[in-house]
């Protein structure tokens, strides 16, 4: 059994940054993927990235990148989302997955395991 926790989200106006966080408890963290998700009320669930498990190749949404960045630490357990540049439109619940086949996709079907979620706003 996989648990992930997330940390980080918050309030932040735009144009500001915020770094996410997601500890998790899993023996063999070093093996799996690791996406970013996130929802809002008014729309599904959506990819935001994704790294595969030896952190060589990352996945991300066209409406983030070369604003976020997705890395790991597998020393660590973690698995960190920096958003960089916020907008509006990027407030939503951020949950991160563990993907047990390790490589790293874009469909949230294909995760396995799933963190609670943290909020993050951004002002205008």
């Known amino acids: 059994q996989v648990q992930l926790v997330e940390s980080g989200g918050g309030l932040v106006q735009a144009g500001g940054s915020l770094s996410l966080s997601c500890a998790a408890s899993a023996r063999y963290f070093y093996s799996y993927a690791l996406g970013w998700f996130r929802q809002t009320p008014w729309k599904e669930r959506e990819f935001v990235a994704a790294i595969n498990w030896s952190g060589d190749k990352t996945y991300y949404a066209d409406s983030v990148k070369g604003r976020f960045t997705i890395s790991r630490d597998n020393a660590r357990n973690t698995v960190t989302l920096q958003m960089n540049s916020l907008k509006p439109e990027d407030t939503a619940v951020y949950y991160c997955?563990?993907?047990?086949?390790?490589?790293?996709?874009?469909?949230?079907?294909?995760?396995?395991?799933w963190g609670q979620g943290t909020q993050v706003t951004v002002s205008s």
């Open positions: 997955a563990v993907q047990e086949s390790g490589w790293g996709t874009e469909r949230g079907a294909e995760y396995d395991y």
